[in-house]
DNA sequence: TACTATTTAATTTTT
DNA sequence: TTAAATAGTA
């Protein structure tokens, strides 16, 4: 056996994990460390090597795009295609489980799968149903409970409202939202775990099957495994599979979605004997990057620890700029990547990262002025346009008539005379009947409604019978060719003035030829259609449809994650947000915001810049800002400011102090300035974050040591200067 | 039912 | 500021 293309490229760290025996595997793997080409090499030793067949490894990853990359790898690897290895997603394997398991997992044999969308829709109808007053409840926060209950493995039977009437209420109301999917058929991404990890753990002989079929778990970004998840892994595990799992405990951003990194700890408790090799040698960034990487983290306390090196050149400094405000930062950015073009190099190796989502407008502002190509990532993705959500919910009624989701999407869209009342008859049948809203449907037109609602009920019920037996024959495509027209979503959109009737047909069009393209797997077992409509919901599909090739690229640092580019801007370095104002004052969330700089950082190969302004025009209102701290955390001699300050002694620890403000300020005079410190008399000691307005109305924010931050008025306050 | 005025709130996001 | 959701009007 010729085991060189599979050991070759390795160093010594990667290849001991690589070769390792059979025991528990935990790899810390830093940024840019090789930790993908740890875990496909890995896979390929197994199957090339110990002689494992690929149908005795599962490989896991968080998204689809990681999922596929992993498969290509090891197949070019071994020069050969690897069908019966098991790779997806935790949602796609929890998905392929259930379809192959349907009866014990207790569920009907054509669930459909819904998205967050749906999901917060169907949560906002139970609200109106059982009259539940929605500013007192808000639904989002009911659905962010409902999936951090699943996602702790909990059902309302086990949970107990502690005597407390509000969480009493949530508990009823997760109970009425799973009798609600449970009527439709409708399970949502954090059901599939669920379900799937109690589907190993109620049939024995299920499980005892898979755990002898998979012999070896391959994990990537273990760090960001939720409860749930990780459960279902060591069910799956037992004693006799060998779990190889790789992450990064300083790359753990997740936690605001249930990743707990705890797991990293929890995982060598479960294992004992558990190997752990650390990867620390990049191949990604400068030595200067990697150094102000390794600086900034390292304030972060209960690390696992890991310092990251190179054997490649120091590089260059990190440039740091104060910008006065957010369109000059936008213009520095700008010039910047002019010379980076003008250099002869490509638009899209340089990438634009920011905390905020909301921060790329200005950035956007500078990019068209210049005319630089770039590309947002981001927002709505193809699955989950409007349109697109529409005709998928025509093809999921064909199917299911029982999926009241995609019902009330749908009953009147286009308008077709089943206005807001009809269908409150509709849902007080199927509320007081405890039926589907396609039942009740069927009920009143029958008896309770007017002639004129009654004969457009009944119209929309005979479109989608009359949907479902025209396209009974079809193959897919066609199919949805089929639907999409004679839905009259089509003629919808045609109505539409201006251009946006226009992309929506041209997605409809594009949907067809998804259709078209569409190869459902072989090993899966299911009609087309339902396998199409799974995988709209599992896979949303690209962010922006056509893209320029060639275009610098703009991003929140959490989609930064996994990615690399030469040059790297990190934008909008304030504290406040970044770190984010909710995140400042909880030492966890302080923790994780750090976590995401160092994401941030790591990003660069070549060159970082890093940028704050001043003042920056927030929510409508100026504000002063303070350089965020992680800056401060960066050492000096990796930083060259750029066009610095005249007269500021210590330029990175206290910049803005120094330069007159904007000449109409009236704070100045009262020489309070940021970061002074001030005594009130009845909250004491503090420090000055921020200031606005002039005169009589000129406030401060103080960030008191006892009592946290005020907003005051200045001339009441009485503060003294120290 | 569609358009317009008003109110409200404002991280991060994959499945 | 602005985008989205809601309420009010033609």
Same mark, same amino acid.
């Given at each position: 056996m010729d085991v060189t293309p599979i050991l070759d490229t390795l160093n010594d760290a990667q290849r001991e994990a690589v070769t390792a025996p059979a025991e528990p595997m935990l790899v810390i793997a830093g940024a840019g460390s090789g930790k993908t080409r740890v875990l496909v090499h890995r896979a390929a030793w197994l199957i090339d090597v110990e002689g494992v067949p690929p149908q005795g490894l599962l490989a896991v990853t968080f998204t689809n795009k990681a999922a596929a990359e992993m498969r290509g790898r090891i197949e070019t690897l071994l020069k050969l295609p690897v069908n019966p290895l098991w790779i997806g997603t935790f949602h796609g394997l929890a998905h392929r489980l259930l379809r192959r398991h349907w009866r014990e997992a207790g569920l009907p044999q054509g669930f459909q799968i819904i998205d967050a969308d749906d999901q917060l829709r169907l949560i906002k109808r139970l609200l109106k149903n059982l009259e539940v007053d929605d500013s007192r409840w808000v639904p989002r926060e009911i659905q962010y409970f409902i999936n951090g209950q699943k996602d702790e493995g909990l059902r309302p039977e086990h949970l107990d409202d502690e005597r407390d009437p509000d969480r009493r209420q949530m508990i009823e109301l997760y109970k009425a939202y799973e009798a609600v999917c449970e009527r439709g058929g409708l399970v949502d991404f954090a059901e599939l775990l669920l379900a799937a990890h109690e589907l190993f753990r109620d049939n024995a002989e299920l499980l005892g099957h898979y755990r002898r079929r998979f012999q070896h778990l391959l994990v990537d970004e273990?760090?960001?495994? !939720?409860a749930i998840q990780y459960a279902w892994l060591r069910l799956l595990a037992g004693d006799q599979s060998v779990p190889f799992v790789v992450g990064d405990d300083d790359q753990s951003i997740y936690r605001w979605r249930g990743a707990r990194v705890e797991h990293i700890h929890q995982f060598q408790r479960d294992f004992p004997g558990t190997r752990v090799v650390k990867l620390e040698q990049n191949y990604r960034s400068t030595g200067t990057i990697l150094n102000a990487a390794n600086a900034v983290i390292a !304030? !972060? +306390?209960?690390?696992?620890g890991k310092n990251l090196w190179t054997e490649g050149v120091d590089g260059e400094p990190i440039r740091l700029y104060a910008a006065y405000n957010e369109r000059d930062e936008a213009d520095f950015v700008v010039a910047r990547l002019r010379d980076w073009i003008d250099q002869g190099n490509l638009r899209a190796d340089a990438a634009i990262l920011y905390r905020s989502n909301a921060q790329s407008r200005v950035l956007e502002e500078g990019l068209i002025n210049a005319r630089i190509p770039y590309r947002v990532y981001g927002g709505l993705r193809f699955f989950e346009r409007a349109e697109i959500k529409d005709a998928l919910a025509y093809l999921r009624l064909t199917v299911n008539r029982d999926d009241d989701a995609s019902f009330e999407r749908i009953v009147n869209r286009p308008t077709r005379g089943i206005g807001a009342r009809t269908v409150e008859a509709m849902r007080a049948y199927a509320r007081a009947n405890a039926c589907s809203m396609w039942r009740a449907a069927g009920a009143v037109a029958s008896d309770t409604l007017s002639g004129r609602a009654a004969s457009s009920v009944s119209a929309f019920m005979q479109l989608i019978e009359k949907l479902a037996h025209e396209t009974e024959t079809l193959d897919l495509e066609d199919k949805v060719d089929h639907v999409v027209h004679a839905s009259g979503l089509i003629d919808l959109f045609k109505k539409d003035k201006g251009e946006r009737g226009e992309t929506r047909i041209e997605n409809l069009m594009e949907l067809v030829s998804a259709a078209k393209g569409f190869e459902p797997d072989p090993a899966e077992d299911m009609a087309p259609l339902d396998a199409f409509l799974a995988h709209a919901a599992l896979e949303a599909g690209e962010g922006q449809a056509n893209a320029w090739d060639d275009c610098v690229q703009l991003m929140t640092m959490h989609s930064a994650k996994g990615l690399e580019f030469p040059l790297v801007f990190l934008c909008g370095m304030e504290d406040g947000l970044f770190p984010h104002q909710r995140s400042i004052n909880d030492p966890n969330g302080l923790e994780e915001e750090r976590r995401l700089c160092y994401v941030g950082i790591t990003r660069a190969m070549q060159a970082l810049y890093v940028t704050y302004a001043e003042q920056r025009r927030l929510h409508g209102m100026d504000n002063f800002s303070v350089p965020s701290r992680f800056i401060a955390e960066i050492p000096e001699e990796h930083v060259e400011e750029v066009r610095p300050k005249v007269s500021v002694s210590r330029p990175l620890r !206290? $910049? +803005? $102090? +120094?330069r007159p403000r904007s000449p109409s300020n009236g704070m100045a005079e009262a020489g309070v300035r940021l970061g002074q410190r001030v005594r009130h008399g009845k909250f004491g000691d503090g420090v000055v974050l921020n200031y606005e307005g002039q005169g009589a109305h000129a406030r401060v924010e103080v960030n008191f040591e006892n009592v946290g931050t005020k907003w005051l008025v200045l001339s009441y306050a009485n503060l003294d200067l120290m």
């Amino acid at each position: 056996m010729d085991v060189t293309p599979i050991l070759d490229t390795l160093n010594d760290a990667q290849r001991e994990a690589v070769t390792a025996p059979a025991e528990p595997m935990l790899v810390i793997a830093g940024a840019g460390s090789g930790k993908t080409r740890v875990l496909v090499h890995r896979a390929a030793w197994l199957i090339d090597v110990e002689g494992v067949p690929p149908q005795g490894l599962l490989a896991v990853t968080f998204t689809n795009k990681a999922a596929a990359e992993m498969r290509g790898r090891i197949e070019t690897l071994l020069k050969l295609p690897v069908n019966p290895l098991w790779i997806g997603t935790f949602h796609g394997l929890a998905h392929r489980l259930l379809r192959r398991h349907w009866r014990e997992a207790g569920l009907p044999q054509g669930f459909q799968i819904i998205d967050a969308d749906d999901q917060l829709r169907l949560i906002k109808r139970l609200l109106k149903n059982l009259e539940v007053d929605d500013s007192r409840w808000v639904p989002r926060e009911i659905q962010y409970f409902i999936n951090g209950q699943k996602d702790e493995g909990l059902r309302p039977e086990h949970l107990d409202d502690e005597r407390d009437p509000d969480r009493r209420q949530m508990i009823e109301l997760y109970k009425a939202y799973e009798a609600v999917c449970e009527r439709g058929g409708l399970v949502d991404f954090a059901e599939l775990l669920l379900a799937a990890h109690e589907l190993f753990r109620d049939n024995a002989e299920l499980l005892g099957h898979y755990r002898r079929r998979f012999q070896h778990l391959l994990v990537d970004e273990f760090q960001d495994t !939720n409860a749930i998840q990780y459960a279902w892994l060591r069910l799956l595990a037992g004693d006799q599979s060998v779990p190889f799992v790789v992450g990064d405990d300083d790359q753990s951003i997740y936690r605001w979605r249930g990743a707990r990194v705890e797991h990293i700890h929890q995982f060598q408790r479960d294992f004992p004997g558990t190997r752990v090799v650390k990867l620390e040698q990049n191949y990604r960034s400068t030595g200067t990057i990697l150094n102000a990487a390794n600086a900034v983290i390292a !304030n !972060n +306390g209960s690390r696992m620890g890991k310092n990251l090196w190179t054997e490649g050149v120091d590089g260059e400094p990190i440039r740091l700029y104060a910008a006065y405000n957010e369109r000059d930062e936008a213009d520095f950015v700008v010039a910047r990547l002019r010379d980076w073009i003008d250099q002869g190099n490509l638009r899209a190796d340089a990438a634009i990262l920011y905390r905020s989502n909301a921060q790329s407008r200005v950035l956007e502002e500078g990019l068209i002025n210049a005319r630089i190509p770039y590309r947002v990532y981001g927002g709505l993705r193809f699955f989950e346009r409007a349109e697109i959500k529409d005709a998928l919910a025509y093809l999921r009624l064909t199917v299911n008539r029982d999926d009241d989701a995609s019902f009330e999407r749908i009953v009147n869209r286009p308008t077709r005379g089943i206005g807001a009342r009809t269908v409150e008859a509709m849902r007080a049948y199927a509320r007081a009947n405890a039926c589907s809203m396609w039942r009740a449907a069927g009920a009143v037109a029958s008896d309770t409604l007017s002639g004129r609602a009654a004969s457009s009920v009944s119209a929309f019920m005979q479109l989608i019978e009359k949907l479902a037996h025209e396209t009974e024959t079809l193959d897919l495509e066609d199919k949805v060719d089929h639907v999409v027209h004679a839905s009259g979503l089509i003629d919808l959109f045609k109505k539409d003035k201006g251009e946006r009737g226009e992309t929506r047909i041209e997605n409809l069009m594009e949907l067809v030829s998804a259709a078209k393209g569409f190869e459902p797997d072989p090993a899966e077992d299911m009609a087309p259609l339902d396998a199409f409509l799974a995988h709209a919901a599992l896979e949303a599909g690209e962010g922006q449809a056509n893209a320029w090739d060639d275009c610098v690229q703009l991003m929140t640092m959490h989609s930064a994650k996994g990615l690399e580019f030469p040059l790297v801007f990190l934008c909008g370095m304030e504290d406040g947000l970044f770190p984010h104002q909710r995140s400042i004052n909880d030492p966890n969330g302080l923790e994780e915001e750090r976590r995401l700089c160092y994401v941030g950082i790591t990003r660069a190969m070549q060159a970082l810049y890093v940028t704050y302004a001043e003042q920056r025009r927030l929510h409508g209102m100026d504000n002063f800002s303070v350089p965020s701290r992680f800056i401060a955390e960066i050492p000096e001699e990796h930083v060259e400011e750029v066009r610095p300050k005249v007269s500021v002694s210590r330029p990175l620890r !206290n $910049a +803005g $102090a +120094g330069r007159p403000r904007s000449p109409s300020n009236g704070m100045a005079e009262a020489g309070v300035r940021l970061g002074q410190r001030v005594r009130h008399g009845k909250f004491g000691d503090g420090v000055v974050l921020n200031y606005e307005g002039q005169g009589a109305h000129a406030r401060v924010e103080v960030n008191f040591e006892n009592v946290g931050t005020k907003w005051l008025v200045l001339s009441y306050a009485n503060l003294d200067l120290m």
